[in-house]
């Protein structure tokens, strides 16, 4: 995996994922690009740290983000999409004069707005795939630092496509399951009761399947949280049963 900072590669199930972790480890800074017949997506690294993302085509409008949110009327975000349609502005220019956000609102729902692209970038299953390095790629989006552990998890249990799951869970059921970071206690306090449980459980139990029995966890929920703590170098999988040859 040393070449994918040079060498393109084709978008799998697993290649997105498989990279992402290989420039966290490296503390890689630049662009991780996804490039098919009409769209270009974007990822942006400093220092290893994911700092969110572009998308050429919107699909995180962000009027539906605030109206999810509660921070908007939808008969207010029309109004505001009317007067954008008419005098070319842009829509949060628009919020802002016609006092519907301020500046600090507009700017955190574009932090978010960056942080969901990177997440989504996670059920991509098309297109060719290449890094390239250095600051000059970090110019044309809004910073949004991810914690890594968050990215993988979030990313895997909300947008992933399901023919990710099979292969890798069904080696972390017949695995040896084991911890490795003495820091993933760090992490803890940015996820909810039932995940701290799981991944404290994992420093007693061995198997995923006393995983599964023990922790209130949706089976995806549980399979995003491994593979999470797997592709972030926090989790090691090893034979279970070591087999002597005849």
Excluded: C, W
Excluded at 33 to 49: A, C, M, P, V, Y
Excluded at 221 to 246: C, D, I, M, Q
């Amino acid at each position: 995996m040393d070449e994918i900072t040079e060498i393109p590669a084709q978008l799998g199930p697993a290649t997105f994922a498989q990279i992402v972790g290989f420039l966290v480890k490296q503390q890689k800074t630049g662009v991780l690009q996804i490039q098919n017949d009409t769209e270009s997506e974007r990822l942006f690294f400093l220092k290893g740290i994911p700092q969110g993302a572009r998308l050429s085509v919107v699909r995180f409008p962000i009027g539906k983000l605030l109206v999810d949110d509660s921070v908007l009327k939808v008969d207010d975000l029309e109004k505001a999409i009317a007067i954008t349609v008419k005098t070319g502005q842009l829509l949060g220019q628009v919020l802002i004069e016609q006092n519907f956000v301020n500046e600090a609102l507009l700017q955190a729902i574009l932090r978010k707005q960056s942080q969901v692209n990177a997440l989504s970038m996670f059920a991509l299953k098309t297109g060719e795939l290449a890094f390239d390095e250095g600051l000059v790629h970090l110019t044309d989006f809004t910073p949004s630092p991810l914690s890594v552990l968050r990215l993988f998890y979030l990313g895997f249990r909300d947008y992933a496509p399901a023919d990710l799951y099979a292969p890798i869970m069904t080696l972390f059921a017949f695995a040896g399951l084991k911890l490795t970071s003495p820091t993933i206690q760090d992490a803890l306090k940015e996820f909810e009761p039932a995940e701290i449980m799981a991944i404290k459980l994992l420093e007693t139990y061995r198997f995923s399947g006393e995983l599964a029995r023990s922790v209130p966890l949706p089976g995806k929920t549980l399979a995003a949280l491994l593979l999470a703590l797997y592709f972030s170098g926090n989790l090691e999988a090893a034979p279970a049963v070591k087999v002597p040859r005849a």
